[in-house]
């Protein structure tokens, strides 16, 4: 799941401004990522509510939720996906190394 700014114009013109969105990232029967849903709002209740919506048979298939730095999504998995393993997504992990490296070239 990550969050995405659909437009920097006024919502109430253009709908919502930011929506959090879930992928299934698995690759079983499709051979890509299939985009579950979008939500408005970029929170962790907008996360944790559509996780409870899903119910616990879905809840309980998830083994591992990827994730971005924003600690909410984080704290709507802890509460929702007891079981699963949270890892950040590759985008966010890369961004980091690269803002690592910047610092070390910058002393």
Same mark, same amino acid.
């Given at each position: ?65 990827? /994730? =971005?730095? !924003?600690?909410?999504? #984080?704290? +709507? ?8 393993? &949270?890892? /950040? =997504?590759? !985008?966010?992990?890369? #961004?980091? +190394? ?8 910058? &002393?």
């Amino acid at each position: 799941m990550d969050e995405h700014v659909w437009h920097h114009r006024d919502p109430r013109r253009r709908g919502p401004k930011e929506l959090t969105g879930m992928v299934d990232l698995a690759r079983g029967s499709h051979p890509t990522a299939r985009l579950l849903d979008l939500v408005p709002g970029r929170s962790g209740k907008a996360y944790r509510d559509w996780l409870d919506e899903r119910g616990d048979e879905f809840r309980k298939r998830i083994e591992i939720a990827t /994730l =971005d730095l !924003f600690q909410g999504y #984080k704290n +709507a998995i802890d509460d929702q996906l007891e079981d699963a393993t &949270c890892v /950040l =997504d590759a !985008f966010h992990i890369v #961004k980091l +190394a690269g803002a690592a490296v910047d610092d070390v070239r910058d &002393c």
